[in-house]
């Protein structure tokens, strides 16, 4: 009796995991300046800290703009208010 054998391939493409980053002060200087070349990166998720909500999302905007192959290559982020207050 001949052997009869029977090979299954099953191909499955996830997307690649991000590395998640938080940037303290990404507002400006350099933490502005890292956050927009991660992004670049593309494998990145930035946090971008910032003390203040309207200077983060300033810089938010700026980085989103000022990148645009970053949405080519998968790189992302988004604004994380850091509260300043300690006890
Ligand atoms: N820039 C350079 O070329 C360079 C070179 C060598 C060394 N350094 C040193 O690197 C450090 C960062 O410099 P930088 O140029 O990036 O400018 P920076 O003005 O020292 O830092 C800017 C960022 O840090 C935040 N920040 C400032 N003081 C803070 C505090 N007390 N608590 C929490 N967040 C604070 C700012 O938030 P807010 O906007 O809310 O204030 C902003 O997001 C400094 O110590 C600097 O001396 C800088």
Not at 17 to 26: E, P
Not at 38 to 43: C, E, S, V
Not at 53 to 70: F, N, R
């Amino acid at each position: 009796m001949a052997a009869t054998t029977t090979t299954t391939t099953t191909t499955t493409t996830t997307p690649a995991a991000k590395t998640i980053i938080l940037i303290t002060g990404a507002n400006s200087g350099v933490g502005f300046a890292l956050a927009s070349r991660l992004l670049a990166k593309g494998t990145y998720h930035v946090l971008v800290g910032s003390r203040s909500v309207t200077k983060g999302t300033a810089a938010l905007t700026t980085l989103l703009q000022q990148s645009p192959s970053h949405e080519h290559a998968g790189g992302t982020a988004e604004l994380l208010h850091l509260d300043g207050h300690y006890t």
